[in-house]
């Protein structure tokens, strides 16, 4: 994968560092490679290392993933769906109140105004 990660770090977290790998998914590969939860990256003998590296080069991960997310709500926004409007508001989408709290809906939904600073 291109990723060198220190020889103490827990195997579950430096799965969890991929984008698109969450908890559920890292606990599931290490089920597959009979690694212990608790294992640190140091202890993994290296055929175990190089065949959770080919599973992880077959997964949709990082900016594959990214695009993926991008391209749905880009596919909400243009077929006007309710989701797809709020995006473009930069609203929360999720069904939130939105009488006091939405920065953080605000910072991460941002509208697309065609400048240099596009987000979507």
Do not use: C, W
């Amino acid at each position: 994968m291109g990723v060198n990660f220190h020889e103490k770090k827990l195997v579950k977290k430096a799965l969890e560092t991929f984008y698109g790998l969450g908890p559920e998914a890292s606990a599931r590969l290490m089920a597959k490679y009979t690694i212990y939860p608790q294992a640190r990256i140091g202890t993994i003998p290296p055929k175990t290392i190089t065949s959770l590296t080919a599973e992880l080069s077959t997964m949709t991960l990082e900016n594959d993933a990214r695009r993926i997310v991008q391209d749905n709500i880009k596919r909400l926004r243009d077929m006007g769906a309710y989701r797809g409007r709020r995006h473009a508001m930069g609203l929360p989408v999720r069904g939130q109140q939105t009488r006091n709290q939405i920065a953080t809906a605000r910072k991460l939904n941002k509208l697309e105004r065609g400048g240099f600073n596009s987000k979507i």
